[in-house]
Nanobody, 131 residues
Framework: QVQLVESGGGSVQAGGSLRLSCAAS????????MAWFRQAPGRERELERE???????????SYAESVKGRFIITKDNAKNTLYLQMNSLKPEDTAIYYC?????????????????????WGQGTQVTVSS
């Protein structure tokens, strides 16, 4: 069982930056996939979470079009921690951000960013961007 704990959320004005962290309770080896998802207000189901960025064990990254060039996903294997650096934040980035992990990996970016692929989830951290 993998436990994931997110931190780093908060409130920021448009154009600002935040860095989210996700600490895993076990060693997420190079075979694990990890990702960030977000759930906008009014969307309640887990499958309605939007894939933001994914980090595959070999270092391959994938991003949603809406965040390309603004967000950067990285992973520190020594600390079992996944990060999401969010720059040039916009009001539409407001959401609860979730960290997810799964021992599998997938070749298609669309699969890496789909919530159904992930078995382990954190509790989420709120990000609010004001205009």
């Amino acid at each position: 069982q993998v436990q994931l704990v997110e931190s780093g959320g908060g409130s920021v004005q448009a154009g600002g930056s935040l860095r989210l962290s996700c600490a895993a309770s076990v060693y997420t080896s190079s075979t694990y996939s990890m990702a960030w998802f977000r759930q906008a207000p009014g969307r309640e189901r887990e499958l309605e979470r939007e894939g933001v960025a994914a980090f595959i064990g070999d270092g391959t990254t994938s991003y949603a079009e809406s965040v390309k060039g603004r967000f950067i996903i990285t992973k520190d294997n020594a600390k079992n921690t996944l990060y999401l650096q969010m720059n040039s934040l916009k009001p539409e980035d407001t959401a609860i951000y979730y960290c997810a992990a799964d021992p599998a990996s997938w070749s298609l970016p669309s699969m890496r960013l789909h919530p159904i692929r992930y078995n382990y989830w954190g509790q989420g951290t709120q990000v609010t961007v004001s205009s």
